[in-house]
Every structure is written in C-alpha cells, then in structure tokens.
C-alpha cells in the first residue's frame, strides 16, 4: 500500500521505516528540512535501536521524506504522527494538529479519490472527531465520511525499544466509524499481524483515544501504587524490592511496573497523566487516583532529598549524579527526574558533578539555564565528592564498586535501587 506519514520524530520516523519494512510504500511529511534530508540520505533522524538500519535499507527505494504535503496525494492513507504538548495548566494543546490536519485538507482537496486520515498522536476523546476531522473538511471544502475517512490509531511503543515495540506490539488498536477504515487499516497491519502475536482491537473513534490515556494512566499509576507502598516500607525498614517480588507472583498484580523509586518522566506519562486529568475536569470530575499519581511522583525527589538533609549539609560540597536520562537505554532528557534532583541540590549550595553514559549532551542543550559540572565517567564524578544520587538505573551502576573509594565520604543515596550495597559504602535507598 502507498502510505504517508505527517510528523517525522520519534513516532512517525519509526512508524515509517517498520512500515517500509513491512512491504508497503511510505512517504514521511515533516516541517523541518534537516528531518526530511536525513531521512533522504538513508539517515536515522532520531536514535533507537534498529531504526538506522531500517532507514538505510529503504531510503531511496520505498521510503522517503519530503516538505510537501501534496505528495499524500499519491497515497492512500496518512497518519497524523505529531506532537500533543501541555498547555501550562497541563491541558492537551492541539495546535499541532490542527496546522498538519489543515495542511492536508490544503493537499486533499485535490484529490478525487477516498483517503484514509489516522490519527497516530496521543489526543483526548473527541479529538479526532472534534478537531482534526473539521480541520480537514475547512481546509479541503469535503465532509467526513464522504471525500475523506477518520480513524484513530494509538502508539504503545517505548523510547529505546521503539522498533521492536512496533514490530511485535501486544495489541493493534483501530479505532473508528465505518467499516472501510477497519478495512484499509487491516491492510496497513496485515503484515505485522501475521509475523506477531498481536491482538486486533476494533473499537470506536473515541474509545481508541482514550485506551491510549487508560494505557499510559494505569501504568503511571501503577508506578506510584508501588511507591506510595515503598515510601511505606522506608518507614518499617522492610525491602520494599521484596514485597514487590512477592506480590508480582500473583498474576492478577504481575511484575512489570513494579520499580519503586524516583518515579517516572519522559514525554509521555507526564504529558498523557495531566491531559487526561485536565479532560476530566473540564468534562466535569475530578479523578482523584490520577491525581494522586501525580502527587506521589512529584514528591518522590523531595523525599530522596529529604533522606540526604538527615544524613549530611551538602552547602559548598560537591554532590555527584548519576543519571540524566529519564530511563536507561535513551538518550531522552524530557521530565527527567534529575532536574527535581538537581535544582533540589544547588538550592542546598551543592555543587553538582553529573554523569549519564548517554545524555550528558542532550541534557545540557535542553536545560541550558541548569548549570552543572559533567564528567567523563562515574568514577571522575565520584572523586571527592561529599554524596552521590543514583538518579537513573543504568547497568553500568550496579558494577561501580571501587569507584567509591575515591570519594570524600562514601554517602550513596539511591533513587532507582541500582547501586550495589557493599562494606565501605554508607547506602541510603529511596524505599529500602
Ligand atoms: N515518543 C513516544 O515514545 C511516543 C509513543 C507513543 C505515542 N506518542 C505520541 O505520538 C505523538 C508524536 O510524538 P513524537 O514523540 O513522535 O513527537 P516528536 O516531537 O518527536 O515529532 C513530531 C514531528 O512533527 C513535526 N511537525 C511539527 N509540526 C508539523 C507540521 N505542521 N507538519 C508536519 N510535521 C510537523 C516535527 O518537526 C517533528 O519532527 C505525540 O502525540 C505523542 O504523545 C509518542
Ligand atoms: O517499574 C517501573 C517502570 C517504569 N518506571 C519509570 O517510568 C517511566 C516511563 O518508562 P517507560 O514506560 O519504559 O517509558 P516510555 O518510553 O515513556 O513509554 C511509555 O510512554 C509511551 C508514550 O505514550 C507509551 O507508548 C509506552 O507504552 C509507555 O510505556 C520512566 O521514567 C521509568 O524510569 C519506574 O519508575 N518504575
């Protein structure tokens, strides 16, 4: 199949290149010309796992990139794989969308045959319906369900994992009105259907947006439960890591999600927790278990700090950490639990010596305004320092051992139960 793909970032470039892959012939659209030119070039504009070579197998055969949006015209199908950022009262803001949907009513209305529109992006119910489908009718002078089809198609794969979450998805979710979308949306899938074992979920417009929000809302929650239930555990002296070890045999609990610690970043849970929240309350309820999800991640850092204050005034000392990622495995700073760490330091007069295997630059361009010393390495981080923070469980940590030696007093807090105890270390976990 000819498919397009509005939003080339880390959705829609690793959508594009599977699908390549898959058999189908894809087109990605993208504002900015260095994305377009990467992609051209056989070029990965994003890093993940996998994708490089994607995109350099079938760049310039049946995958490329470009500025136009007429070239949807050549195309069946479109996904709308662009950005759904926080207003500043966390609400969904859509602008985004509404420019690419607008956009490309401009290039359909000059097309004489059906075209499927998806939209890919995180969207609050109502969206695809509310806004995106009126965008394009305005700008294309057509009427949904008539010249142009709707569907809503929601992404559930992971930064560091994107392609192979693609490639081998647990669940496919299509969501929309007329059977033909079902259809046309089968036949993108088909393919990767048949190679995994993934569920097909038909459902309606709606209903498809917000699994997407049930999805990321439950996990997030489910991340603070077994905070909420370690912070508990901190306060009886009990391995928390046990507890959840325990309970994660009972399959109706499982073990996945079960990490208690600093809590959880990145562009997505924070984002998708506060929209929906925000959607909730506009509709009229209040839900208080996202609330407090929220609550309980926003207060884990100030309880690592807290931990630090009992134990050492760090005023003047030189404080490492560990971790600038949001996650291991990513290059990705968003939301990161290191800026709540950092900032909680330097407000204590620390002077902060960060190191991450990774995103060290990533870090320092996307918080410019955060002044830190970076170090090549843990050990060069460690040396002297009055106190370390894990902020991030990168594997490497758990192997540091000597490294501590070099330190002024050997104080470890650990926000993500990464750092092996051992004798010479004074150890301070988060919640055990
Ligand atoms: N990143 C993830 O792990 C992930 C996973 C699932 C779902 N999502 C959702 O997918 C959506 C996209 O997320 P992302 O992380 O890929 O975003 P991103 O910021 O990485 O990429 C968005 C791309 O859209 C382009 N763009 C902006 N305006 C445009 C326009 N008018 N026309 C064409 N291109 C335009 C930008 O240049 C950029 O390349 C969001 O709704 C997000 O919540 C993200
Ligand atoms: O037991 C756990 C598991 C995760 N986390 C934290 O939770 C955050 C999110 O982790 P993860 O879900 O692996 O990363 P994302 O790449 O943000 O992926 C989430 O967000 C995406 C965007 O919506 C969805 O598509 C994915 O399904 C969903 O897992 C990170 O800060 C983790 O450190 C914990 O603290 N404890």
Redesign the pocket.
């Known amino acids: 199949m000819h498919v397009s793909i509005v939003g080339s970032g880390y959705v829609g470039t690793t959508v594009a290149a599977c699908l390549a892959d898959l058999g189908h012939d894809v087109t990605n659209v993208d504002v900015d010309e260095d994305i377009v030119a990467a992609i051209n070039d056989g070029e990965s504009p994003i890093h993940e796992p996998g994708l490089a070579d994607l995109v350099a197998e079938h760049a310039g055969d049946t995958l490329r990139a470009t500025t136009d949006y007429d070239a949807v015209r050549e195309t069946d199908v479109t996904f709308l794989a662009l950005p759904t950022p926080s207003e500043a009262d966390g609400a969904i803001d859509l602008a985004y969308m509404e420019a690419g949907a607008a956009s490309l009513g401009e290039a359909l209305a000059e097309k004489d045959d059906d075209h499927l529109v998806v939209v890919k992006s995180?969207v609050v119910p109502g969206s695809t319906e509310e806004v995106v489908a009126p965008a394009i009718e305005e700008a294309s002078g057509k009427t949904a369900g008539e010249g142009f089809h709707v569907a809503m198609n929601p992404?559930?794969?992971?930064?560091?994992t994107a392609v192979e979450?693609f490639l081998d998805p647990q669940k496919v979710v299509f969501g929309a009105r007329e059977p033909a979308a079902y259809d046309t949306l089968g036949d993108v899938f088909a393919p990767l259907v048949a190679e995994s074992d993934a569920a097909v979920v038909e459902t309606g417009l709606r209903e498809a947006e917000m699994i997407?929000y049930a999805?990321?809302g439950f996990?997030?929650a489910?991340?603070s439960l077994?905070?909420d239930i370690g912070n508990i555990c901190k306060e009886f002296d009990v391995d928390a890591y046990e507890v959840a070890d325990a309970i994660a045999l009972d399959d109706r609990i499982g073990g996945?999600?079960?990490?208690?610690?600093?809590?959880?970043?990145?562009?997505?849970?924070p984002k998708?927790t506060n929209a929906i929240i925000a959607a909730a309350r506009d509709a009229g309820y209040e839900p208080p278990v996202l609330e407090a999800a929220v609550e309980v991640n926003d207060l884990q850092p100030e309880r690592l700090l807290g931990l630090l204050d009992e134990r050492a005034d760090v005023a003047g000392e030189r404080v490492a950490v560990l971790g600038l990622s949001?996650?291991p495995g990513?290059d990705d700073v968003r939301k990161?639990?290191a800026v709540p760490v950092i900032e909680g330091l330097q407000e204590r007069g620390a002077e902060v010596v960060a190191y991450d295997p990774v995103a060290t630059e990533s870090f320092d361009e996307h918080y410019p305004d955060i002044e830190v010393e970076y170090a090549d390495s843990a050990a060069e981080a460690l040396e002297g320092a009055r106190a370390a923070v894990a902020v991030?469980?990168w594997d490497e940590f758990a192997a540091l051992d000597s490294e501590f030696d070099a330190m002024a007093t050997p104080l470890v807090l650990d926000g993500?139960h990464i750092i092996e105890r051992r004798d010479g270390i004074e150890y301070v976990g988060l919640t055990w």
Do not use: H, P, Q
């Open positions: 995180t992404e559930f794969l992971r930064m560091g979450d997407k999805n990321n996990l997030a489910k991340v077994i905070n996945k999600f079960l990490r208690s610690g600093l809590g959880w970043g990145g562009s997505c849970f998708d949001f996650k990513t990161t639990r991030t469980d993500r």
